[in-house]
């Protein structure tokens, strides 16, 4: 039966059995309140074993902390990270070298040079007085983060000739092993550079057409947005191409990147000679050593890019387009010419003109029009679609193929009708009439750059000599004697040559007129007086 009971705040109905001595007697309960002060001083004794080994375990980890520092710290400072940072550069480059002795201060290292040879492309690689700070924050990422890396120089070589198998032998070791085995194996094997700024460059391409040279470039480079390459600056310095008709240039702003052994140059500006500028950009492949180059040149003096003879000859501003490559096989450029107030003084041909027509007006010619198609490889250069022309004068047409200094053009050469009125046979035998109200002939030029010749100066001579005996003797005397005054100077073979001919003529006709003479007298039968 229940058995109600009441103590304070508290009421508890017990039961117990009918049976039992507890039915008869009240029973008595008491059950006080637990406050929540002493609940909290209960509570807060239990977990202190918990903060101690909180307290502890943070101990033990600024110790280990410290101790990974040291050994990181001691490994930086041993020559195995030199041997892992030397073999890194190797790996990149594809080098074999070394760095001279770090000297450290806290993570800050300095290295007096570093001195690499025997690459496949890169043919030896010298640093001078480097500067840098290894950074500590990359390790999680497994990574060695190499901070502001500076270097006094630098001087590169590069052969970027073709590939010869039988040259080219396996290398010892494997830079990238050679990396891998200088390093413990709980310490990263990848260095991730930061940044890197370069205060002279020298470089040196050896090429199939020759050398490239550059001196005093400076140099910035950081790594992409995106990771996986450099972004690049050059500034400042020159550089020297084996090409003749390739000035030194002063380089101004060079832009590019460096991305999975390809470097895309995005603009180069450079200067030439006293007012040129050069505008390039393109792209090669370091494993492929194919490179491809576009831009153009513009604001050329003739008078400096033309050597001594044909300054002297030429006058203008020229500009053209600009493309050089080598994915043939060997280096070739080509590209569209332009001259702009262009001026042609004391050319042969012109002169020849000049001296038969009695006229000073093809002794200077003033250029309205002048291009050109230009290519060039080793050795040879080609001009096509050539067009010179002088308003109411003259035009001319035609290609020219120079190989090794000798000369091989095609003409049409264009004269205003009246021009070359004054030379028997010029506007009849050798000039035909033809499209744009000119008199046009062929013109071949053959000879050397230095000693120049052409076929125009025989037919004029032939023609005039054809028509001196076609007109009256008084006229064709003073041709005979005018030509070879004036021509002696310049074709005196040429001159010989017509004088024999014309000889010949003169002879032949005495011949003829003996012959017609001894007829006469045979039918007469008279005596021929003597």
Not at 166 to 190: I, M, Y
Not at 301 to 308: I, N, T
Not at 397 to 415: A, H, P, V
Not at 467 to 472: H, K, W
Request: proline share 5%.
């Amino acid at each position: 039966m229940p058995i109600p009971v009441n103590q304070g705040d508290v009421n508890l109905a017990l039961f117990a059995d009918p049976g039992c001595d507890l039915a008869e007697r009240p029973l008595r309960a008491s059950i006080r309140p637990v406050s929540r002060r002493s609940r909290k001083r209960r509570g807060g004794s239990r977990p202190a074993w918990q903060g101690k080994l909180a307290l502890g375990f943070v101990l033990f980890l600024i110790v280990a902390a410290a101790g990974l520092f040291l050994a990181v710290r001691a490994y930086l400072h041993s020559d195995g990270f030199r041997s892992f940072l030397s073999a890194k550069v190797g790996e990149v480059a594809r080098v074999d070298g070394s760095f001279s002795p770090f000297q450290w201060d806290g993570l800050a290292v300095r290295s007096k040079e570093y001195r690499a040879t025997g690459g496949e492309m890169i043919r030896s690689l010298g640093i001078d007085d480097l500067r840098t700070e290894v950074g500590l924050g990359g390790l999680k990422r497994g990574v060695w983060e190499v901070r502001e890396t500076s270097a006094r120089r630098v001087e590169i070589e590069i052969d970027g000739r073709g590939r010869d198998e039988t040259k080219v032998s396996p290398a010892d070791s494997d830079p990238s092993e050679e990396a891998r085995k200088s390093v413990p194996g709980w310490l990263p094997t990848k260095v991730e550079v930061m940044g890197l700024r370069i205060g002279e460059i020298s470089f040196r391409a050896l090429l199939d057409g020759g050398t490239i040279a550059a001196d005093g470039m400076r140099l910035t480079c950081e790594p992409t947005r995106g990771g996986g390459g450099y972004d690049v600056t050059m500034s400042g310095g020159t550089a020297h191409a084996p090409y003749r008709m390739l000035p030194e240039l002063r380089l101004d702003k060079a832009r590019f990147r460096y991305e999975e052994g390809r470097i895309f140059l995005n603009h180069l500006s450079a200067d030439a000679w006293s007012d040129a500028h050069l505008e390039l950009s393109g792209e090669a492949d370091r494993t492929t050593r194919l490179y491809s180059l576009d831009g153009g040149i513009s604001n050329v003096k003739c008078e400096e890019a033309f050597d001594e003879t044909w300054s002297r000859r030429a006058s203008g501003i020229m500009e053209s387009s600009l493309s050089l490559d080598n994915t043939s096989g060997k280096p070739v450029a080509s590209g569209h010419a332009e001259l702009h107030r262009g001026v042609l003084t004391a050319l042969p041909v012109l002169d020849t003109l000049a001296a038969y027509a009695d006229t000073r007006r093809f002794r200077t010619i003033n250029l309205n029009e002048a291009s050109t198609d230009w290519s060039w490889e080793r050795g040879f250069l080609s001009f096509r679609n050539i067009r010179l022309g002088s308003e109411a004068l003259l035009q001319l047409d035609g290609s020219l193929d120079i190989r090794d200094g000798n000369l091989d053009g095609r003409f049409l050469l264009g004269i205003a009708p009246g021009v070359l009125s004054s030379i028997p046979g010029a506007e009849t035998d050798v000039f035909l009439p033809g499209e744009r109200g000119l008199l046009w002939t062929p013109l071949h030029i053959t000879g050397t750059l230095d000693n120049p010749e052409e076929d125009l100066t025989d037919r004029l001579i032939d023609a005039a000599g054809m028509r001196m005996f076609e007109i009256v003797p008084q006229t064709g005397e003073k041709v005979l004697r005018f030509s070879r005054a004036v021509l002696e100077e310049h074709v005196p073979d040429a001159m010989d040559k017509a004088l024999d001919k014309s000889g010949e003529i003169i002879r032949d006709g005495g011949e003829i007129i003996r012959g017609a003479q001894g007829v006469l007298d045979d039918i007469l039968r008279t005596p021929s007086p003597r």
